[in-house]
Every structure is written in structure tokens, then in C-alpha cells.
T-cell receptor, first 113, second 115 residues
Framework: GNSVTQMEGPVTLSEEAFLTINCTYTATGYPSLFWYVQYPGEGLQLLLKATKADDKGSNKGFEATYRKETTSFHLEKGSVQVSDSAVYFCALSGYTGGFKTIFGAGTRLFVKA | GAGVSQSPSNKVTEKGKDVELRCDPISGHTALYWYRQSLGQGLEFLIYFQGNSAPDKSGLPSDRFSAERTGGSVSTLTIQRTQQEDSAVYLC?????????????FGQGTRLTVV
């Protein structure tokens, strides 16, 4: 079945550091891929998405590229801020009788001033 | 409505009581999900409704948990004979579930505390 694996956290970085959170997936066909973010005390919200191979999703300085050859969708940001401290979830949605979304376990990011 | 609405936002109940949690999805969204998130943990999938298809109940942790979705819209998650380990935030999400439009939109959740 479909599955998502993302790097375990927590990840602790200093402000302005480069961020990478790894995400790999297993799926049949051509799923859509997502990153969701959950800020402290808030609900989950979509951060970015990519719907086909080689697409790059981007938002708020974050980027992720849909790599079908490596089945990956790693999240990157060139310079993190304290306000980026949150939990990040990688997810996929592929057709298996319906477009059910599968989430990774989440990666908690702490950014220090 | 503009977003996914869940009620109540907080619920404190005594061990052994039954509780009902409600979710109003975004109008027109055919897919609806329930997840559970314990403190500091990830998302635990509970149940998935898609249109008129039979729901995917594979994530329900025990037969004390059940959910229904009436008229393809509002959903209710029921937990019978609550236990302390049921304490968590219960999240509902909905999606258009169309090719290329499958992102899930989440409600703010119901924080359940069993005492």
C-alpha cells in the first residue's frame, strides 16, 4: 500500500540556517505530494504541493521537488526563522479507489534565535 | 461554510461515558477524514469517507469507536465507554478528492480529555 517516511525529529537549527527535511514515499501510479505545517497551538495547514513528477511546490520560502526517480519530496528552506518552528508533515494522495491522503509521522523543527 | 468546522472545541468527560464529536466539512467536499493526535505525536488515521463508497475504517482502534456521515456532509465520531487513553485532539479534514485537487483541509480539532 501507499506509505510516507520522513526523517525523525526533532530538528534544531539556528536562525538563518539551511533546512532540509527528508521525505520518501511508496505509491502506485502518480500520487500528488504535499507538505503540511502545524504551528504551535494551531491546526494543520497546507504548506505546498506538487501534483506531477519534476513539479516544484513553493510557499513562504519553502520548496520541495517531486522526484519520481528517487520517490522523494524533500522540504528545503535556505534561511529559517524562529517563526518557522513547527511540526512538518509530508503526505501523499494517490488513487486507490478514492484519493485517500496518507501522512508521514511528522518532524518537529525548533529554530533558535 | 468557509472552512472545516468541528465541535465542541474542548470536551472533558468522565471515564466510561460516551462522547460525540461533530465535523462540518467544506461544502462540496466528497472526502472526509478523522485523525487523532496525542500530545507531541503524529497523526493517527481513524476513518475515511469518500462519496457513497463504504468508509475505510481500518484505523479505528477498537469497537468503542464508530463514525457516520449523514447525507454526504456532516460527520459524527462516537466514542463509547471512554478511557483515559482516548484523551487526544481529534482532527477532521475534508477534500474535493478530484485528480489534482486532493489536498486536505483541516478543522481546528476537538480536544478530548477523559478524567
Amino acid at each position: 500500500g501507499n506509505s510516507v517516511t520522513q526523517m525523525e525529529g526533532p530538528v534544531t537549527l539556528s536562525e538563518e540556517a539551511f533546512l532540509t527535511i527528508n521525505c520518501t514515499y511508496t505509491a502506485t501510479g502518480y500520487p500528488s505530494l504535499f507538505w503540511y505545517v502545524q504551528y504551535p497551538g494551531e491546526g494543520l495547514q497546507l504548506l505546498l504541493k506538487a501534483t506531477k513528477a519534476d513539479d516544484k511546490g513553493s510557499n513562504k520560502g519553502f520548496e520541495a521537488t517531486y522526484r519520481k526517480e528517487t520517490t522523494s519530496f524533500h522540504l528545503e528552506k535556505g534561511s529559517v526563522q524562529v517563526s518557522d518552528s513547527a511540526v512538518y508533515f509530508c503526505a501523499l494522495s494517490g488513487y486507490t479507489g478514492g484519493f485517500k491522503t496518507i501522512f508521514g509521522a511528522g518532524t518537529r523543527l525548533f529554530v533558535k534565535a | 461554510g468557509a472552512g472545516v468546522s468541528q465541535s465542541p472545541s474542548n470536551k472533558v468527560t468522565e471515564k466510561g461515558k460516551d462522547v460525540e464529536l461533530r465535523c462540518d466539512p467544506i461544502s462540496g467536499h466528497t472526502a472526509l477524514y478523522w485523525y487523532r493526535q496525542s500530545l507531541g505525536q503524529g497523526l493517527e488515521f481513524l476513518i475515511y469517507f469518500q462519496g457513497n463508497s463504504a468508509p475505510d475504517k481500518s484505523g479505528l482502534p477498537s469497537d468503542r469507536f464508530s463514525a457516520e456521515r449523514t447525507g454526504g456532509s456532516v460527520s459524527t465520531l462516537t466514542i463509547q465507554r471512554t478511557q483515559q487513553e482516548d484523551s487526544a485532539v481529534y482532527l477532521c479534514a475534508s477534500s474535493l478528492a478530484l485528480q489534482g485537487r486532493t489536498e486536505a483541509f483541516f478543522g481546528q480539532g476537538t480536544r478530548l480529555t477523559v478524567v
